[in-house]
């Protein structure tokens, strides 16, 4: 009977033993959850501010014509602004769009825009320059560059054929 006893004893002093530490093992994991949780936050918002930058106005001179235009806050926009001024010899295409395939490339974080407008400005791939002077609906994937603010008189200034168009600061 003592034997008995004695091994009850010793399984009732192991199950207590258990169970607290499988309470300090969860206490330790949620911790280190909460741990995990808050250097995630602190990262996302260092990201936040330190890539957080102030929209840029640009000027558009094609055809005679000045329009201005503010730049996305991202990577590539912030490349091209800092290429400018540049007067580029830009290709018809489709009947929409203005083309320049630049001698280097550009920052790229492209996506399926699905709709294009006129005044829209993107890259595709990782070096052409885009101005689009109409809307439409595409499945093609560009990286946003910027906008001009008022597209009226676009299309009518870069014309049908090839063109030249500078960019500039302000």
Same mark, same amino acid.
């Given at each position: 009977?003592?034997?008995?006893?004695?091994?009850?004893?010793? &399984?009732?002093?192991?199950?207590?033993?258990?169970?607290?530490?499988?309470?300090?093992?969860?206490?330790?994991?949620?911790?280190?959850?909460?741990q995990i949780t808050t250097e995630?936050?602190?990262?996302?918002?260092?990201?936040?501010?330190?890539?957080?930058?102030?929209?840029?106005t640009i000027t558009v001179n094609?055809?005679?014509?000045? &329009?201005?235009?503010?730049?996305?806050?991202?990577?590539?926009? #912030?490349?091209?602004?800092?290429?400018? /001024?540049?007067?580029?010899?830009?290709?018809?295409?489709?009947?929409?769009?203005?083309?320049?395939?630049?001698?280097?490339?550009? /920052?790229?974080?492209?996506?399926?825009?699905?709709?294009?407008?006129?005044?829209?400005?993107?890259?595709?791939?990782?070096?052409?320059?885009?101005? &689009?002077?109409?809307?439409?609906?595409? #499945?093609?994937?560009?990286?946003?560059?910027?906008?001009?603010?008022? /597209?009226?008189?676009l299309a009518e200034a870069v014309?049908?054929?090839?063109?030249?168009?500078?960019?500039?600061?302000?």
């Open positions: 009977m003592k034997k008995l006893s004695l091994i009850l004893l010793i &399984f009732l002093i192991l199950s207590v033993l258990c169970s607290c530490s499988s309470d300090i093992i969860q206490d330790k994991n949620t911790e280190k959850e909460t995630y936050e602190a990262t996302e918002m260092k990201e936040t501010s330190t890539t957080k930058k102030t929209a840029k094609a055809g005679g014509k000045s &329009f201005s235009a503010q730049l996305y806050d991202n990577e590539t926009a #912030q490349a091209f602004s800092d290429m400018l /001024p540049m007067t580029l010899d830009m290709q018809e295409l489709h009947g929409n769009e203005k083309y320049y395939y630049m001698e280097g490339s550009l /920052p790229t974080d492209s996506s399926a825009v699905g709709k294009i407008n006129s005044g829209d400005i993107m890259l595709y791939g990782d070096d052409c320059v885009v101005l &689009f002077y109409d809307s439409f609906s595409t #499945q093609y994937s560009y990286t946003k560059i910027g906008r001009i603010d008022n /597209p009226s008189g014309g049908n054929g090839n063109v030249t168009v500078e960019f500039k600061i302000g």
